[in-house]
Nanobody, 126 residues
Framework: VQLQASGGGLVQAGGSLRLSCAASGFTFDDYVIGWFRQAPGKEREGVSCISTSDGSTYYFDSVKGRFTISSDNASDNAKCTVYLQMDNLKPEDTAVYYC????????????????WGKGTQVTVSS
């Protein structure tokens, strides 16, 4: 199983970044894939997730209207890429962002994650 996150960086407030998560090695239809984040001194929190089989999405309140999640499955379904387009970024969005997969039917929370990817740092300056 692999979840490879990329796309983090430094951006000014109001700017945009796009994160990518390349997933492979598990059955995508059985999971929702998405993102958590963790700011210094804070607990890890949910950002957004997507069901790659039907395209349904979920956004946590802190990012609604600013972030957009999408996915792109390879034709053989051996690989899937999940994108997080982050617009109108705020300093409070500064965190390490983690790609993660949760078995469908569970709440999208850190304790229910089945597969974690390594984090990518997002820093938003004021």
């Amino acid at each position: 199983v692999q979840l490879q996150a990329s796309g983090g960086g430094l951006v000014q407030a109001g700017g945009s970044l796009r994160l990518s998560c390349a997933a492979s090695g598990f059955t995508f239809d059985d999971y929702v894939i998405g993102w958590f984040r963790q700011a210094p001194g804070k607990e890890r929190e949910g950002v957004s997730c997507i069901s790659t089989s039907d395209g349904s999405t979920y956004y946590f309140d802190s990012v609604k209207g600013r972030f957009t999640i999408s996915s792109d499955n390879a034709s053989d379904n051996a690989k899937c890429t999940v994108y997080l387009q982050m617009d109108n970024l705020k300093p409070e969005d500064t965190a390490v962002y983690y790609c993660a997969a949760v078995l469908k039917g569970r709440y999208y929370s850190p304790r229910d994650v089945d597969y974690w990817g390594k984090g990518t740092q997002v820093t938003v300056s004021s």
